[in-house]
């Protein structure tokens, strides 16, 4: 199953960025470069839908969900 969400993105003016997930409040990260930004949102996007699945009754899956792509 792959999911999408909306990640908005901040360039900070001394350098990085800092990532925010709309529909996951109080997520967010940052990286010193626009890789690592990604990288790090996929990271807790992933560790999010894991917690969600492992607390919930309703699986999301059979197995755990995988972040499969990302688009910016």
Known sequence: MALKFK????QEPDGGYIAHVPAL???HTQG???DE???NIKD???IYMDVLSEE????LSN???KLSSFRT
């Open 56 to 59: 919930s009754t309703i699986s």
């Open 25 to 27: 409040p109080g997520y």
């Open 63 to 65: 197995s755990h969900s």
């Open 7 to 10: 990640v908005e993105l901040i």
């Open 32 to 34: 010193d470069s626009f």
């Open 44 to 46: 807790a996007i992933q």
């Open 37 to 39: 930004v990604i990288e």
